[in-house]
């Protein structure tokens, strides 16, 4: 990112008010040591959109989790985050039932494993679809209270899709763009959920519609074309629904490089050294795996290329490792559960398999297993050490993973390897490209970063800086909100 860039989008948003809207919360407060202390969100839409918020002091409306969120907020449900001098937070709480249904139910059981290639049935239950519903209108009207005359709404992923059709109800003259952060699959497969109509007609409620890959622009156009009476302008990629249109764009989502890089130069905190000497990873060389524990990540797989690596190339015994953090997630959807009891399962029986073989390195493991949510400071840290990065996503709607380790790279060394699958793949030259099914080209891939000469990676991952360096969060919101002002002007004159 340049000064440039940051100069035009303040441009761009002065006397703007930005109301943010995301299923996940960008902070937490939790009980600590008996005081309320704050903690930072995880995921990537929150890793990505907080620093803009930051820089615009708006407003982001999202589910209180935290045990004391309620404590830390006035009575409006707001707090400043992260600080006094930060931006508005409103949180919106949710009761068992609704979280079982919007959340447990449609969102995780029914339209996430719709719009990923990961072969899990989704599941489709009308009771749910109703909790699905009420908790959108929950969203809707925290947002309509925090919106101004100048406000523009910027609601995120796929958990919120029914948003956009209640509060243009209670706010028709708002400027609303959403940003569908998944795969948008083919309109055949979109058609077997049996609310997608409802879905598609409030999605197109909005100015703007952005995907990250222009296949899922594509492919959310085509499912407008197949099931609705709606007039598709593929020249302008524009749906004229009703007579007003929506405009679809896509645009893919990026981190903010020079914090990813300032905070890996920082010295490695306590856990960090702990974590590499007592896995012995802080005198060889490993490679790196960030993941949510979720099916959709490709984990089995990389396991097992592990197991075929060290089979193949067994010099390396003793002198290389993977350290996977696999943050747990969902962990009451059933699916989820035997995720993460294949992943441990397999690490264990590989790691058993060649205890001993290292005999001058007794702690040496093939892989070591992190079970948890680890700190971000930690995890860039950890990426600035590793010798190379492993994303086997088996669907992906982009992946910031890979784009953070580029950054954390400061001397322009290591190497990534990443899943052809996900949709940073579209961008990443100079990634090593993968199919995550095949157990053999994992293999090849890492033997190929292994053994290529410095000069290479340093090639390779100077084209990859570069690309992340000038396409940086701040480029994708600016180059965002200048479309969703552009198409709020075409809406209004149409």
């Known amino acids: 990112m340049t000064t440039d860039t940051k ?32 903690r930072t969100g ?54 068992k039932q609704e979280r079982d249904g919007y959340l447990d139910g449609v969102s995780n059981g029914a339209l996430w494993p719709l719009c990923h290639m990961a072969y899990v049935r989704p599941r489709f239950v009308d009771a749910e679809w109703e909790e699905f519903k009420k908790v959108n209108r929950k969203f809707a009207s925290a947002i309509a209270k925090e919106c101004k005359q100048n406000s523009l709404v910027w609601i995120h992923d796929f958990q919120l899709c029914m948003v956009p059709k209640y509060l243009k109800k209670m706010r028709p003259e708002i400027t609303t763009a959403f940003f569908w952060h998944i795969p948008w699959p083919n309109p055949q497969v979109f058609s077997i959920c049996p609310w997608s109509n409802e879905i598609l007609e409030s999605l197109l409620c909005n100015d703007l519609m952005g995907f990250h890959t222009q296949q899922y622009a594509f492919n959310f156009l085509d499912s407008v074309d197949t099931s609705l009476e709606a007039r598709v302008d593929r020249p302008s990629l524009a749906v004229y629904h009703r007579k007003t249109p929506t405009f679809v764009r896509s645009n893919p989502i990026s981190i903010d490089g020079e914090s990813v890089k300032r905070l890996a130069g920082l010295p490695p905190s306590e856990y960090v050294k702990n974590l590499l000497a007592e896995n012995a990873l802080d005198s060889m060389e490993f490679a790196i795996g960030v993941d949510r524990m979720d099916y959709t990540k490709g984990l089995p797989e990389k396991i097992k290329a592990m197991d075929a690596f060290f089979a193949l190339y067994p010099k390396y015994i003793g002198k290389f490792s993977l350290l996977q953090i696999a943050s747990p997630t969902r962990v009451h959807q059933p699916a989820y559960q035997k995720a993460a009891s294949d992943v441990t399962r397999l690490t264990n029986e590989v790691n058993e398999k060649y205890r001993g073989k290292a005999k001058h390195n007794p702690k040496w493991k093939p892989i070591v297993l992190v079970l948890k949510q680890i700190d971000r400071a930690d995890v860039y840290s950890l990426y600035s050490m590793a010798r190379l990065c492993m994303v086997t996503s088996l ?63 340093a090639r390779d991952m100077a084209l990859l800086s570069h690309q992340v360096a000038e396409s940086d969060v701040f480029a994708w919101s600016f180059n965002f909100l200048k479309e969703l002002q552009a198409a709020h002007m075409m809406r209004r004159v149409a």
Do not use: C
């Open 7 to 38: 100069d035009m989008l303040r441009i761009l948003l002065k006397d703007k008010h930005l109301v943010m809207a995301s299923q996940t919360e960008p902070y937490t407060h939790v009980h600590e040591d008996g005081v309320v202390k704050l």
């Open 395 to 457: 669907h992906d709607g982009l992946n910031l993973v890979s784009k953070e380790f580029v950054a954390s790279r400061a001397k322009r060394d290591g190497a990534l390897i990443l899943s052809k699958f996900t949709g940073a793949a579209n961008e990443l030259a100079g990634a090593n490209l993968v199919n995550p099914y095949s157990v053999e080209e994992i293999v090849k891939a890492m033997h190929f970063v292994l053994t290529q000469s410095p000069r290479e990676q």
């Open 42 to 95: 995880t995921g990537g839409v929150v890793t990505a959109l907080d620093p803009l918020m930051a820089f615009n002091k708006g407003t982001w409306v999202s589910v209180g989790v935290g045990k004391a969120d309620k404590k830390a907020v006035d009575r409006e449900g707001k707090v400043r985050v992260p600080d006094e001098n930060g931006y508005s937070l409103r949180r919106i709480w949710l009761t």
